[in-house]
T-cell receptor, first 113, second 114 residues
Framework: NAGVTQTPKFQVLKTGQSMTLQCAQDMNHEYMSWYRQDPGMGLRLIHYSVGAGITDQGEVPNGYNVSRSTTEDFPLRLLSAAPSQTSVYFC????????????FGPGTRLTVT | AQSVTQLGSHVSVSEGALVLLRCNYSSSVPPYLFWYVQYPNQGLQLLLK??????LVKGINGFEAEFKKSETSFHLTKPSAHMSDAAEYFC????????????FGQGTRLTINP
């Protein structure tokens, strides 16, 4: 099993550009989520999904869109990048129900200039 | 609303010394509590979790944590630090009843001195 994979590993965008961060998992997990990690702030939940076709907002959803058309994939879209979105982004997945361990991807480091 | 506070953004100990990383939480309902570790340039990995089965929880790599409801704490300890323990550690809380949404603390960077 590859676990949770994320692409790209690094990305530089200019303000106003759009892009999609890819996330895939091969563990048949129902629950998937996106976090951003900023120094001194831990990880903050952006969006999450409890299954294909179902998504919801987390703590910091503004400027991001998600969709979940399959169990395996959960892409994160930046609609119009801003310097405040410079961060490290992590995707995670787990079984639903009683809190199971969340498996994290290796992260995408995004810089917006 | 739930929140997590990790006391000390940086902790430095000598190899072989006790490791103590502090975590306090606030939650209006019985929580699930987690400790995750992040090695440089990697994702997060679960160290241990509390789900009300036992107040003393043992995790991987010799770490353990004790849930103290009266102190709203879930401190992480290891009796003897190893150089390989150098990493960033995150405490996180989620509500019970099947909620996977995690609220993370700010993180504590652990440095091990030879």
């Amino acid at each position: 099993n590859a676990g949770v994979t994320q692409t790209p590993k690094f990305q530089v965008l200019k303000t106003g550009q759009s892009m999609t961060l890819q996330c895939a998992q091969d563990m048949n997990h129902e629950y998937m989520s996106w976090y951003r990690q900023d120094p001194g702030m831990g990880l903050r939940l952006i969006h999450y999904s409890v299954g294909a076709g179902i998504t919801d907002q987390g703590e910091v959803p503004n400027g991001y869109n998600v969709s979940r058309s399959t169990t395996e994939d959960f892409p994160l879209r930046l609609l119009s990048a801003a310097p405040s979105q410079t961060s490290v982004y992590f995707c995670a997945s787990s079984w639903s129900g009683t809190p199971y361990e969340q498996y994290f991807g290796p992260g995408t480091r995004l810089t917006v200039t | 609303a739930q929140s997590v506070t990790q006391l000390g953004s940086h902790v430095s100990v000598s190899e072989g010394a006790l490791v103590l990383l502090r975590c306090n939480y606030s939650s209006s309902v019985p929580p699930y509590l987690f400790w995750y570790v992040q090695y440089p340039n990697q994702g997060l990995q679960l160290l241990l979790k509390y789900t009300s089965a036992a107040t003393l929880v043992k995790g991987i790599n010799g770490f353990e944590a004790e849930f103290k409801k009266s102190e709203t704490s879930f401190h992480l300890t290891k009796p003897s630090a190893h150089m390989s323990d150098a990493a960033e550690y995150f405490c996180a809380v989620s509500r019970s009843q099947g909620a996977q949404k995690l609220v993370f603390g700010q993180g504590t960077r652990l440095t091990i001195n030879p």
